[in-house]
C-alpha cells in the first residue's frame, strides 16, 4: 500500500516535497516512481529509484530542479520538487513494483501498486 501526500497550491518558483510512504513490504525491496497526471495529457514519468539501487532516475522535463530519495527507516520516498512552473500542474502518484526489471521503470504499466495521488498547483 502506498500513501502519498505533500501537495498543494505554490506560486511558480516555490518548492514543494511529495512523502510516498510504502507499507507492507520493505521499500528496500522496491522500485518506487513518482509519475504525474494533467488534464488531458497522458501519464508522464517524472522521477523513480529502481530497487537494487539508490541511482535516481529523473524525467526531462524535471532534471535539474527535481530530485528523489529514500529514507529506508521511515519506508518512505520523497520528490523534492524546487523551481516549480505551472507546467508542473498535474496530480502526482507514486507506484511501486516489487519485480520490475531497470528497462521498465519509466514505463506506468510496469508498476503494480499505486498511491491515491496527490494535486500540485502551480499558479504564475
Known amino acids: 500500500q502506498l500513501q502519498a501526500s505533500g501537495g498543494g497550491l505554490v506560486q511558480a518558483g516555490d518548492s514543494l516535497r511529495l512523502s510516498c510512504a510504502a507499507s507492507?513490504?520493505?521499500?528496500?525491496?522496491?522500485?518506487v516512481a513518482w509519475f504525474r497526471q494533467a488534464p488531458g495529457k497522458e501519464r508522464e514519468f517524472v522521477a523513480g529509484l529502481f530497487r537494487t539501487n539508490t541511482r535516481p532516475y529523473l524525467g526531462d522535463s524535471v532534471k535539474g530542479r527535481f530530485t528523489i530519495s529514500r529514507d529506508n527507516a521511515k519506508s518512505t520516498v520523497y520528490l523534492q520538487m524546487d523551481n516549480l512552473n505551472p507546467e508542473d500542474t498535474a496530480i502526482y502518484y507514486c507506484?511501486?513494483?516489487?519485480?520490475?526489471?531497470?528497462?521498465?521503470?519509466?514505463?506506468?504499466?510496469?508498476?503494480?501498486?499505486w498511491g491515491q495521488g496527490t494535486q500540485v498547483t502551480v499558479s504564475s
Open positions: 507492507g513490504r520493505p521499500i528496500t525491496r522496491l522500485t
Open positions: 507506484a511501486s513494483d516489487q519485480n520490475l526489471i531497470l528497462s521498465s521503470v519509466r514505463t506506468p504499466h510496469a508498476y503494480s501498486y
